[in-house]
């Protein structure tokens, strides 16, 4: 047919004829997005659908494995999604973090600063490592990246947004090592999985829960479930490479369900050598270089290492920093020197509005410990009595007040 | 004229097409490539990166260090100083949100609707070529003016940077190493695909242009779209639709930057502008071919 035609009213005859071939045009483009949504939609089930199947395993045989892993060599892609029920933490971060932002005596290429933006979203990692001297951890930022580099004696921090790089030498401890075999302490990995479910004793549930593909790899999934109830923490899994032994992948759900609090796992992974050169790093031309020793001999300078240290200082003058509770459900009791607590209404200590402030953060309750206010996320609690003790936990409110209650 | 072209020869026909498509193209392209518009459009761009450059040399032409320490502006900008390519990635990533699609909106909004409203679609429609033919090349033609549009964004960077700043070797955002040579072929594929980037938005706004007889509406109308989906795909609150905007992946091209390459968002991103090209480029099809040409 001629592709003309078809807006030709050719005649009454043919006229609905036309018409209906007109109406069937417009399926196409709809057609092809149904085509497209449905691809969306199933493609992912389907390939969620195949857990693989292993042979059984029991759990002390899974940690067995973990603790004889020897793989030294990995690289991969890693992402990390956060959800503390904390204000997002990307912009704070600068401004919280010591030494971040362009203040004179920071760099913002310094690794506390920038790993403190994982705790909250979702971000993408790669990592690489070659034993225990080499190591690569670089964070995807939009149009940037930040690259924190181990190689021998020297770690680079390397922040390409601001130019700046970040220089330490370590003592070969290796910091940015995270992936290496867990070594020593107990003599086999036999005694260390029986020393681990030995710990866990009463207060948790160590099982295999199945199997799971991660990274296109089979593995087991060990899931540690607290046995007492009044714990924020529903269930941590870790999944582990059936061949390998490394744990791919790492959840962390909440007691209260609803998305997991941390959700951290290898979407590609190869364990193969890595490439040479990705562990090599000269400074760029042009960056701002600087020394862990001088921002340490600089914040001496400007007084916030003092502070530091007395704040350090301080914090061993807590009158006991006692533990309530055991397992999962400890709260921590922490009395702040010489601190009433809050300023309450009426103490005239802060203006109305910091007041008001205070109290939108926070919930107020009572309790047998006296009132305070209880601060909420969506796995650490925290109780600030007005008498000026604090108490922390991964616990619910109820166990925090009761916990609070019974210390009294 | 349908029974003529029955009637003809079978074995002369394909090529007789091949011809009179290649004849529309290059016609679609001389029109779009010889307006004023196109050409002023072009030149607004090429005068972009040459401002950032300026800009850029003149606050640290005094030797302090280029950007503010917390990296501000489109990214980039603090390597600018060491090195003259990475103007043309800054610029990349300065127009790519604003300026590159709006000239595309333009341009694809103008396509059909321009014609309707200068009455020449008729005398476009009279030639025995068809009106799926005539709205392909319409869309080439305005692929032809994404890519054109972001080579010269490129080419009057990387002309400035060289002038105004040191060229060497460039490092990757990941800080690794690699030769001028081989940042040059990052560049040019950083290029494509921010062109390949626009495709999806350039079927949009040929799609707004079949539904109205005014050029003016349908340009506007596609700048609209762009402003608000823009808009929507900043809302953290949205964050579920996010990966189905078109604008969500644009800024992927940056992942070319890195070494090793990471390509999954790319990957995704043209995936995105290809449903968007199909869907949109389908729905182009389905109205303009069912269309009543009056004017």
């Excluded at chain 2, 068809?130 to 009057?156: D, E, H, I, N």
Aim: aromatic share 6%.
């Amino acid at each position: 047919m001629a592709p003309n035609d078809s807006a030709e009213t050719n005649g009454e005859a043919t006229g609905t004829v036309v018409g209906r071939r007109k109406a069937a045009r417009y399926i196409v483009p709809f057609a092809v997005a149904g085509v497209a949504a449905a691809t969306i939609g199933l493609v992912p089930a389907l390939a969620d659908s195949g857990d693989p199947e292993l042979p059984d395993i029991t759990a002390q045989e899974l940690i067995e494995k973990i603790a004889a892993s020897d793989q030294e060599q990995l690289s991969g892609t890693v992402k990390v999604t956060t959800d503390l029920g904390i204000p997002s933490l990307g912009g704070l971060a600068g401004s919280f973090a010591p030494g971040a932002g362009s203040g004179s005596g920071g760099s913002g290429a310094s690794p506390d600063a920038k790993l403190m933006e994982l705790a909250s979203g979702t971000h993408t990692l790669r990592v690489a490592a070659d034993g225990p001297d080499k190591q690569r951890l670089s964070i995807l930022g939009d149009g940037s990246e930040y690259s924190l580099v181990h190689n021998g004696d020297d770690v680079w921090g390397y922040d390409s947004e601001s130019n700046e790089v970040y220089h330490a030498e370590s003592d070969g401890s290796g910091k940015a090592g995270e992936h290496k075999a867990p070594k020593g302490v107990p003599a086999t990995p036999k005694e260390l999985a029986e020393e681990a479910l030995a710990a866990a004793g009463d207060t948790t549930s160590v099982t295999v829960d199945g199997t799971a593909q991660v990274a296109g790899r089979d593995a087991y999934k060990l899931v540690i479930k607290p046995k007492q109830s009044g714990s924020t923490i529903g269930s941590v899994t870790v999944a582990v490479d059936a061949s390998t032994g490394v744990p791919l992948k790492f959840t962390l759900a909440p007691s209260s369900g609803g998305k997991a609090a941390v959700d951290a796992g290898f979407t590609k992974v190869d364990f193969g050598k890595p490439d040479a050169s990705s562990f090599s790093f000269t400074p760029p031309k042009g960056a701002e270089v600087t020394e862990a020793d001088e921002l340490e001999a600089e914040a001496g300078r400007s007084g916030s290492a003092d502070k530091a240290r007395k704040d350090l200082g301080a914090l061993e003058d807590f009158k006991g920093l006692n533990v309530i509770g055991e397992g999962w459900n400890a709260v921590a009791r922490i009395e702040v020197p010489g601190g009433a607590g809050l300023p309450t209404e009426g103490s005239g200590d802060a203006p109305a509005q910091a007041q008001q402030f205070l109290d939108a953060l926070g919930d107020k309750v009572t309790g047998d410990f006296g009132s305070g206010t209880v601060f909420k996320t969506r796995l650490v609690n925290a109780l600030l009595t007005d008498d000026g003790k604090v108490y922390v936990g991964a616990v619910t409110e109820d166990a925090l007040v009761k916990a609070a209650g019974t210390a009294k | 004229m349908s029974q003529a072209e029955l009637t003809a020869v079978p074995v002369s026909r394909a090529p007789r097409r091949a011809l009179w498509s290649l004849g529309i193209l290059r016609s679609e392209l001389a029109t779009t490539f010889r307006r004023w518009r196109t050409l002023s459009l072009l030149g607004v761009l090429a005068a972009v990166p040459v401002l950032i450059g300026i800009a850029v040399r003149i606050e640290t032409g005094d030797g302090a260090r280029g950007g503010p320490g917390g990296g501000g502006g489109p990214a980039f900008l603090s390597q600018v100083t060491n090195n003259g390519l990475f103007l043309v990635f800054a610029a990349l990533s300065a127009t790519l949100p604003v300026f590159l699609p709006m000239a595309v909106g333009v341009i694809a909004g103008d396509s059909v609707a321009g014609e309707a409203s200068g009455g020449t679609l008729r005398y476009l429609l009279v030639a025995p070529a068809g009106r799926t033919r005539l709205l392909l090349a319409k869309y080439a033609s305005v692929l032809v003016f994404c890519l054109v549009a972001t080579l010269v964004v490129a080419a009057s960077a990387l002309a400035a940077g060289a002038l105004l700043f040191p060229v060497g070797d460039v490092t990757t955002i990941s800080g690794t190493r690699i030769g001028f040579g081989e940042g040059l072929v990052r560049a040019g594929l950083i290029a494509v695909a921010v062109a390949v980037s626009l495709t999806g938005f350039a079927a949009l706004g040929l799609f707004v242009s079949t539904l109205t007889d005014s050029g003016i509406a349908a340009m506007a109308a596609t700048v609209g779209v762009l402003i608000t989906v823009q808009i929507l795909d900043a809302m953290p609150q949205l964050d579920a639709v996010h990966p189905y905007l078109f604008p969500h992946y644009w800024m992927s091209f940056t992942d070319l930057l890195r070494d090793p390459v990471y390509g999954d968002e790319v990957a995704r991103n043209l995936g995105l502008q290809a449903l968007y090209a199909a869907v949109f480029g389908s729905a182009a099809w389905a109205r303009f071919t069912t269309k009543d040409i009056t004017v």
